[in-house]
């Protein structure tokens, strides 16, 4: 077993590489790739170091090579690769990129206890979807597939078909519009905060969620204050999500 | 088979008929097609069809929903059972393949998406089968596709078969209406319209992400042998033989560039001056970004439909100024004088220094955040203006910013110069290794564009790239001496050991 | 039984689809003719004159006229004037074999008559690229039929397949200002109306038959017609605008 040990490691330290850096989506800046890729080379030494067979089988290999029980060849290519590997990292690490600025965002930045809507104060803390009053799932179905068409009319470009934030202009803006498909978005929040965002749009943000760069129009200027609620009823169905609520953040259940 | 039973023997009659009648026209290679997979749910497909595609398509498949209107191109209209991407001859139905293809890898270059991200492979058998009961003709029923066209064998991609497809492209006059250059800026490419009557242009074969049927070679090959139904696009199945047809996708495709995207413009610092001409050298060396553009859909007027989905960006700069191309594809050139706008392309730059992060509003800024806005004009140039919000602007003199520009072979290339520093301290420099912030408008003055209903970008950067240091070069290469002397010592350590005992 | 009854209904719906091509060709003996003019009341709207952008050196320069209500003597020509319903007649002649020509930019005939299903000669004898484009019009809908672009001179081969109509719209993508119609004949009893709106069927086997007057662009009219035997039997249509 301890044999194998070296070719495992690097095996490890490899997937464990390709894994981060190409199977997560958006990609994680480097600088995050570099942190865990060091803990995770401490993690496999320490491993390796922890049992002394284990670890005399890890150094096999490599003293194989320097002491020459391989071929020349094969000693010529480790021994060239390791400082090559070295060079190639430093440059790496100091060659400049010129890739675009860190710019901290607040995805989900703190909802203002007031904001104003159409001329009037409205207060976020007590505001609720009006439309769902009286329960009648007939109704509510109805008014729904009427918020659908207001997506399909106002929203769809970007926010997508399929309600994933992919439309055909999401490319185009940073940051990408909000998938509503994702348990990160719409459905850890509360109707009346979609409500506010909806309402007043990307000039609606505070300062540290850069409200000069959302593309999200000041939608009050553009819909009446039931299709807005409309359209929250269709996106909550529409991506198989459920808005939180009190009663839920609190214990209880409400649906 | 009961040969007796009369209706067998009709059927029998009849289907001979059919495949006598199709296979006396058809000069081109065929091959069955293939079967389909999974069988019809009718109320799954029906249900998922209303989910997911009435929208756009109407519930009764006219191409009629909510969206319809805003979308280019409209979303296809199902009751006449003509399809775009097929491989089948021109005038016949596609295949169950052919549409599950559409559903699954959507069209690029319009709003249909992918839908092989959301829905299953069963439930998109199910959207094939019901869009094929949307047709009020009937005739899948009637004519279901027995025959494909036989798209395999395609020839190695060599420089003289690309040759070759340029003389094919020449000989065959595809330029009459794609333009010599591809970019879809032929003598026949204004005005075109589809079966229904909309407004339709031939794509332009430099941008490989807009081809409806897919980029790769075979789906070129196939684009040109069954043609674009519903389109003006044509089967050449007859006409262009098929080893040329392979040739004219070879040089299709090696006109097809891809799409480079990023936030950042680099430009390269040049010795002496900056280049005037648009097609200096200098210019290639810059490298192009491409600009992803959507329509201006955050203010009234809004537009939805923006002529123009990228536009290129490159950048140089020498110790005095910097200069940025804007460059375009434009199949129909628009001086205003055709009773329609003139073309035009803007830069937006913040017009005062900022502190941290802060920019004016995306779209012309905001009362406290002005940008200082660049507009050249295909007939007047340019005019510099001032915006604090959209509503509100005042010129401003050119103060030492020039913009020249011109129109070749269905392209636009406009050079934008300033000096490096500003009139006054409060306003925005240039200088190497800044991020500078910039936005870019664009407007195809042909499909009616002007004012607010233009294509837009968000915020991106120009960086005056600096000479890299030569630190940069140092460190590696000492490290790496270093670790080649370490590793040589060891070895010899290691060696006088192993003789040693010995 | 029930299964006999299924398939003696199945085998009936299946004729009747098929009836549409069930005309039986061959000699007939002692037939008539039809005979008469198809006329035009009132003044007939001015032709379109578009511009000829394009290939001038083969297509010509200037405007071409593009006449949709041809009008002489108050006669109306290239309607097409047709029998409905018949079984059995004469053999289908050229109709059989039918051939457009693109010619000078121009198609040849305007109004062409072909047999329902019959494959069609599309000749380009031009320099240059035309890009045939037929339609089926159903009503007021507009279906491609075949789309096929000829770079060089020389003849294609292209079905006349109809799905449910007769009248089909021929256009040149290349060249806006080319146009020609065509209809699909279900039997060889159809003809185009000549300069000054006179036309004749002949070889018509004894009877009462339906006809038809159709203009692209005018509209249908019917009569009644009764055949005899060696005579000529003469009907007459008249459109307005």
């Known amino acids: ?255 | 088979m009961n040969p007796t039973n009369p209706f067998t023997h009709i059927l029998l009659t009849l289907s001979l008929a059919v495949f006598c009648s199709g296979a006396a026209v058809a000069k081109v290679s065929t091959e069955p097609v293939k079967p389909t997979p999974v069988a019809a749910n009718p109320e799954a497909g029906k249900r998922l069809y209303e989910n997911n595609c009435a929208q756009c398509h109407g519930a009764d498949g006219k191409g009629d929903g909510p969206a319809a209107d805003f979308v280019y191109p409209r979303p296809r209209d199902f009751s006449l059972a003509l399809f775009k991407v097929r491989t089948t001859l021109s005038g016949q139905l596609p295949t169950d393949h052919d549409l599950f293809k559409a559903i699954s890898k959507g069209l690029p270059g319009t709003s249909m998406p992918a839908w092989e991200k959301f829905l299953s492979e069963e439930e998109r058998w199910q959207l094939v089968h019901h869009v094929k009961t949307l047709d009020t003709m009937g005739l899948f029923k009637e004519e279901p596709p027995k025959e494909q066209v036989v798209i395999s064998n395609p020839p190695k991609v060599t420089d003289e078969l690309v040759k070759h497809g340029a003389k094919v492209f020449q000989d065959k006059k595809c330029w009459q209406c794609h333009g010599q250059s591809g970019r879809g800026d032929g003598p026949s490419a204004e005005g075109m319209k589809d079966d229904w009557g909309q407004p339709i242009r031939p794509v332009n074969f430099t941008k490989s992400w807009t081809f409806r049927g897919g980029s790769n070679l075979e789906d070129i090959y196939r684009t040109f042998t069954t043609g674009f139904d519903g389109t003006p696009m044509p089967s050449f199945a007859e006409t262009i033989k098929e080893d040329d047809r392979w040739a004219l996708a070879a040089y299709v495709k090696s006109l097809a560039r891809e799409i480079k995207t990023g936030q950042v413009v680099k430009a390269k610092h040049v010795a002496g001056d900056l280049p005037k001409d648009p097609y200096d050298k200098a210019w290639e060396q810059a490298g192009q970004l491409d600009v992803l553009l959507a329509g201006q859909i955050v203010l009234e007027p809004r537009w939805f439909k923006p002529a123009h989905d990228t536009v290129g960006v490159r950048a140089l700069y020498n110790e005095r100024e910097a200069a940025i191309m804007m460059v375009w594809d434009d199949g129909t050139q628009s001086k205003g004088d055709n009773g329609k706008p003139a073309d035009q392309v803007a830069l937006q730059w913040p017009q005062e220094k900022a502190a941290g992060n802060e920019k004016p509003y995306f779209v012309l800024g905001d009362r406290q955040n002005p940008v200082d806005y660049w507009r050249w004009n295909a007939a007047q140039g340019l005019a510099r203006q001032i915006f604090q919000g959209y509503d509100k602007a005042a010129p401003h003199g050119a103060d030492g910013v020039v913009a020249e520009g011109g129109y070749k072979d269905g392209q636009y290339r406009v050079i934008f110069r300033r000096p490096l520093s500003a009139k006054s301290d409060k306003e925005l420099s240039f200088a190497p290794g800044a991020y500078v912030p910039v936005a870019f408008h664009l407007w195809d003055g042909n499909q009616g564009e002007e004012g607010m209903k233009m294509a837009i970008s968000t915020w991106h950067y120009l960086l005056l790239e600096p000479p890299t240091p030569v630190t940069v070069y140092l460190w590696p290469l000492g490290i790496g001496f270093l670790a080649l002397g370490g590793e040589l010592a060891l070895l010899r350590r290691l060696r006088l050991r192993r003789k040693s005992p010995s | ?241």
């Open chain 3, 1 to 241: 039984m029930k299964k006999l009854i299924i398939s003696a209904v199945a085998a009936g719906a299946a004729l009747l689809a098929v009836g549409v091509h069930a005309y039986e060709a061959g000699a007939v003996g002692d037939g008539g003719k039809i005979t008469g003019k198809v006329s035009f009341k009132g003044a007939a709207p001015a032709p379109k004159s578009l511009p000829i952008t394009k290939d001038n050196a083969v297509c010509g320069s200037g405007n071409r006229e593009v006449v949709e209500v041809a009008v002489k003597d108050g006669g109306l020509k290239n309607a097409v004037v047709y029998i409905t319903k018949i079984d059995k007649g004469k053999a289908w002649g050229d109709v059989e074999k039918p051939v457009i020509d693109q010619k000078g930019c121009r198609f040849g005939p305007d109004m062409l008559i072909v047999k329902k299903d019959a494959d069609l000669t599309v000749r380009n004898s031009d320099p240059v690229l035309h890009n045939i484009h037929s339609y089926e019009i159903i009503g007021s809908v507009r279906r491609t039929m075949f789309n096929v672009g000829q770079p060089d001179k020389g003849d294609i081969k292209q079905p006349v397949k109809v799905r449910r109509a007769n009248a089909i719209k021929i256009e040149c993508d290349a060249h806006d200002f080319m146009h020609a119609w065509a209809f699909a004949a279900d039997n060889p009893y159809a003809v185009s109306t000549a300069d000054g709106g006179s036309f004749t069927l002949d070889n018509v086997p004894a009877g009462t038959y339906e006809v038809k007057a159709w203009h692209p662009v005018l509209g249908e009219k019917v009569a009644t017609v009764t055949v005899k035997g060696g005579a000529a039997a003469n009907a007459a249509f008249e459109f307005s605008k």
């Open chain 1, 1 to 255: 077993m301890a044999k194998w040990t070296f070719p495992l490691s690097l095996g490890l330290w490899l997937a464990a590489f390709a894994g981060l850096k190409f199977g997560i989506r958006p990609p994680i800046p480097a600088s995050v790739l570099m942190i865990y890729m060091m803990l995770i080379s401490v993690g496999i030494l320490v491993f390796v170091a922890a049992d002394e067979k284990r670890f005399r089988g890890f150094l096999a290999p490599l003293k194989a090579v320097f002491e020459g029980r391989v071929s020349t060849v094969v000693q010529i290519l480790v021994i060239g690769a390791i400082p090559l590997l070295l060079a190639g990292g430093v440059y790496l690490r100091i060659a400049p990129d010129y890739d675009s600025p860190f710019e901290p965002r607040v995805v989900h930045p703190e909802p203002p206890s007031q904001f104003v809507f159409k001329g009037q104060r409205i207060d976020q803390l007590t505001l609720k979807n009006p439309l769902r009053e009286g329960g009648d799932a007939a109704k509510l179905a109805k008014l729904t597939n009427e918020g659908k068409t207001i997506y399909y009319q106002n929203c769809f470009y970007c926010h997508g078909d399929a309600l994933a934030g992919d439309g055909h202009f999401s490319q185009a803006f940073h940051p990408i519009p909000a998938n509503f498909r994702d348990v990160g978005t719409i459905s850890m929040l509360q109707e009346s905060y979609v409500f506010w965002r909806v309402s007043t749009g990307g000039p609606g943000l505070p300062k540290g969620a850069t409200p000069w760069n959302s593309a999200m129009p000041v939608w009050q200027n553009i819909l009446t204050e039931e299709e807005i609620w409309k359209v929250i009823l269709f996106i909550y169905t529409g991506s198989g999500s459920t808005p939180r609520t009190w009663e839920e953040a609190s214990g209880g259940t409400k649906h």
